[in-house]
């Protein structure tokens, strides 16, 4: 979380990143600590995501190492996810292989990567691997029929979304458009039905609300079948009263005193933050939205590294604001990469985890709030990002401290400006921060929430840190996964592993 003069800053970060220590070997394990024999490096460290399709050239190595645009969130060798040069070299070829063969041979419907707990060599390609999942669907496949046409049932996982007021709209194969569900007969055990389809075991409440659609969705039938099979089309809601349903009670904080510009964060301020500790090491930040699963960034699990993509790796703790006063951590069941993610541009920068069991809440951890997909949060919106990242650009470690930063959010033809990012801000990318400088997140913040306060007073989940220029330039504010454009992904692959 940097805050200091933006003059003072270190060059900007080199394009091509190499080890200055020995890469680890593809399996090996490195524990820091315990007979003292093994220290962690002084250096933060960063390696590309994806090697090469052909053999690397040989490159000299700088003395501290960054990457042109991304927040990289490595503390230590340990966090970088290092291979020997060979295997990658391996690895890359093969890789190349496996692409040609999907390239120009069968063709797979796609969804989520998903990774559970083994250790395995050809990550990210359609290899036919227990932990690696690609769906596939019937040639007559019909979406929100309450069907399962595909194998992981991806035909039905986007037919729900929530408007203003958590207002609860279905689209169904009758219509194809997503319309308000009529609160006629509407009752706590739809409600709890509703929630638990799309991955929130239950509901935290619902109600009637206003509907201003012309038509709505009846309620038709009282069965198992998901939401989309319980309705049919309607000229209008009875009463003109629509379904508001809310899965989660979330957004809400149990300390709200803070200084704006920069400072530690108190308990309670900010409970749906979370600390990633890839084998013992915070290595990125993450945001609970649900009690079973945590959203952040994809480029956290570099995709050509197995270690990096094995569940064991990796501990979750939440609801602590420094890092010398850890609780019992979370456990990791999933970890589901969004396959549209593109580690040179970053577009799509969004992971999924899901947790081994439910997280209990209290005053310290709570969720934020997914927003609702009409939800604007407009230029000039002042929002906060928290993280236990670095306080400034380069340093060698991250804040044992939660650290946070009120920053704007800014229109995205000024970020795509020439003085700024030069048109690389994509619609599911959002800025902010202050084009002054200063005040912005850090290495170690990727993954890790911006929030910014609804009308409801309720905090909703904006963005997730996913890369900058440096840190606190002028001109060079955070870009962060735009949380709105990517809502769909985020919903369709909590119901695919739902509890």
């Given at each position: 979380?940097?805050?200091?003069?933006?003059?003072?800053?270190?060059?900007?970060?080199?394009?091509?990143?190499?080890?200055?220590?020995?890469?680890?070997k593809p399996y090996e394990e490195v524990v820091y600590g315990g007979d003292g024999s093994v220290k962690p490096p002084s250096q933060l460290q960063y390696i590309p995501q994806y090697p090469p399709p052909v053999a690397a050239p040989t490159i000299t190595q700088p003395s501290t190492l960054h990457s042109t645009?991304?927040?990289?969130?490595?503390?230590?060798?340990?966090?970088?996810?290092?291979?020997?040069?060979?295997?990658?070299?391996?690895?890359?070829?093969?890789?190349?292989?496996?692409?040609?063969?999907?390239?120009?041979?069968?063709?797979?419907?796609?969804?989520?990567?998903?990774?559970?707990?083994?250790?395995?060599?050809?990550?990210?390609?359609?290899?036919?691997?227990?932990?690696?999942?690609?769906?596939?669907?019937?040639?007559?496949?019909?979406?929100?029929?309450?069907?399962?046409?595909?194998?992981?049932?991806?035909?039905?996982?986007?037919?729900?979304?929530?408007?203003?007021?958590?207002?609860?709209?279905?689209?169904?194969?009758?219509?194809?458009?997503?319309?308000?569900?009529?609160?006629?007969?509407?009752?706590?055990?739809?409600?709890?039905?509703?929630?638990?389809?799309?991955?929130?075991?239950?509901?935290?409440?619902?109600?009637?609300?206003?509907?201003?659609?012309?038509?709505?969705?009846?309620?038709?039938?009282?069965?198992?079948?998901?939401?989309?099979?319980?309705?049919?089309?309607?000229?209008s809601c009875p009463d003109k009263k629509a379904v508001s349903l809310q899965c989660v009670d979330c957004g809400q904080q149990s300390s709200t005193s803070r200084i704006i510009g920069g400072s530690i964060a108190k308990v309670g301020q900010w409970p749906w933050q979370l600390s990633l500790h890839f084998r013992?090491?915070?290595?990125?930040?993450?945001?609970?939205?649900?009690?079973?699963?945590?959203?952040?960034?994809?480029?956290?699990?570099?995709?050509?590294?197995?270690?990096?993509?094995?569940?064991?790796?990796?501990?979750?703790?939440?609801?602590?604001?420094?890092?010398?006063?850890?609780?019992?951590?979370?456990?990791?069941?999933?970890?589901?990469?969004?396959?549209?993610?593109?580690?040179?541009?970053?577009?799509?920068?969004?992971?999924?985890?899901?947790?081994?069991?439910?997280?209990?809440?209290?005053?310290?951890?709570?969720?934020?709030?997914?927003?609702?997909?009409?939800?604007?949060?407009?230029?000039?919106?002042?929002?906060?990002?928290?993280?236990?990242?670095?306080?400034?650009?380069?340093?060698?470690?991250?804040?044992?401290?939660?650290?946070?930063?009120?920053?704007?959010?800014?229109?995205?033809?000024?970020?795509?400006?020439?003085?700024?990012?030069?048109?690389?801000?994509?619609?599911?990318?959002?800025?902010?921060?202050?084009?002054?400088?200063?005040?912005?997140?850090?290495?170690?913040?990727?993954?890790?929430?911006?929030?910014?306060?609804?009308?409801?007073?309720?905090?909703?989940?904006?963005?997730?840190?996913?890369?900058?220029?440096?840190?606190?330039?002028?001109?060079?504010?955070?870009?962060?996964?735009?949380?709105?454009?990517?809502?769909?992904?985020?919903?369709?692959?909590?119901?695919?592993?739902?509890?």
């Amino acid at each position: 979380m940097a805050k200091h003069d933006p003059n003072d800053l270190p060059p900007p970060y080199y394009s091509v990143a190499v080890h200055t220590q020995p890469p680890l070997k593809p399996y090996e394990e490195v524990v820091y600590g315990g007979d003292g024999s093994v220290k962690p490096p002084s250096q933060l460290q960063y390696i590309p995501q994806y090697p090469p399709p052909v053999a690397a050239p040989t490159i000299t190595q700088p003395s501290t190492l960054h990457s042109t645009k991304r927040r990289r969130c490595c503390q230590s060798n340990a966090q970088c996810f290092g291979g020997s040069g060979g295997t990658i070299v391996l690895v890359a070829l093969l890789a190349l292989a496996i692409w040609l063969g999907v390239r120009y041979g069968t063709r797979l419907a796609t969804t989520a990567i998903l990774y559970n707990g083994s250790e395995h060599n050809d990550v990210g390609t359609n290899e036919n691997h227990p932990s690696m999942t690609h769906d596939t669907c019937s040639n007559n496949t019909v979406e929100c029929d309450a069907k399962k046409d595909c194998q992981l049932g991806t035909d039905e996982t986007s037919c729900v979304r929530f408007g203003q007021d958590n207002a609860l709209q279905v689209k169904t194969a009758q219509d194809g458009r997503f319309l308000p569900v009529c609160h006629d007969g509407w009752d706590q055990s739809y409600a709890d039905q509703t929630c638990a389809q799309l991955g929130f075991r239950r509901s935290h409440a619902t109600k009637a609300v206003d509907s201003q659609e012309s038509i709505g969705l009846t309620l038709a039938s009282r069965s198992s079948q998901p939401i989309q099979g319980l309705v049919s089309v309607s000229a209008s809601c009875p009463d003109k009263k629509a379904v508001s349903l809310q899965c989660v009670d979330c957004g809400q904080q149990s300390s709200t005193s803070r200084i704006i510009g920069g400072s530690i964060a108190k308990v309670g301020q900010w409970p749906w933050q979370l600390s990633l500790h890839f084998r013992g090491f915070h290595t990125c930040g993450g945001v609970l939205i649900s009690p079973d699963f945590v959203v952040t960034a994809a480029h956290c699990f570099p995709r050509t590294n197995p270690s990096a993509l094995n569940v064991r790796n990796w501990r979750v703790y939440g609801g602590m604001v420094s890092q010398d006063s850890l609780p019992a951590p979370y456990l990791v069941e999933r970890i589901l990469l969004n396959e549209n993610y593109n580690n040179k541009t970053n577009d799509q920068d969004i992971a999924l985890l899901k947790l081994t069991a439910p997280v209990e809440f209290n005053n310290a951890v709570r969720p934020a709030c997914l927003p609702a997909f009409d939800q604007i949060f407009s230029p000039g919106t002042k929002c906060w990002t928290s993280g236990f990242g670095t306080t400034e650009a380069g340093a060698a470690r991250g804040s044992k401290d939660l650290m946070e930063v009120t920053v704007d959010i800014i229109d995205r033809t000024v970020c795509n400006s020439r003085n700024v990012y030069r048109g690389a801000v994509s619609k599911n990318m959002l800025c902010a921060g202050d084009l002054n400088g200063g005040k912005d997140s850090c290495q170690g913040d990727s993954g890790g929430p911006l929030v910014c306060q609804g009308n409801d007073q309720r905090w909703y989940v904006v963005g997730i840190t996913s890369w900058g220029e440096s840190c606190g330039l002028r001109n060079k504010p955070g870009v962060y996964t735009n949380v709105p454009e990517v809502l769909p992904w985020i919903y369709s692959k909590m119901q695919q592993v739902r509890p």
